[in-house]
């Protein structure tokens, strides 16, 4: 299947997701909270493996909806 007419590498389609490290850093929380709020639902991301993965722009528009609090 054919999505476009450009093939994305898969190096290009990690970069796409951040870690739960750059996203704690990106945000201010601890990884660990990062960790929680994902597993709980709360926070936008997922698991690929043993490793959460968040698209940063889901993130950023949970922090604005979230009113940019650190605690959820």
């Known amino acids: 299947m054919i999505l476009n007419e450009r093939s994305t590498s898969s190096a290009e389609v990690i970069c796409l997701l951040w870690s739960d490290r750059q996203i704690a850093a990106a945000i201010g929380m601890s990884v660990k909270?990062?960790?929680?709020l994902a597993r709980a639902g709360l926070l936008p991301g997922f698991?690929?493996?043993?490793?959460w993965r968040f698209?940063?722009?889901?993130?950023?528009?949970w922090v604005k909806r979230n009113g940019g609090s650190k605690q959820a």
């Open 33 to 36: 909270r990062v960790q929680e």
């Open 55 to 61: 698209d940063p722009d889901a993130v950023r528009s």
């Open 47 to 51: 698991k690929a493996g043993r490793n």
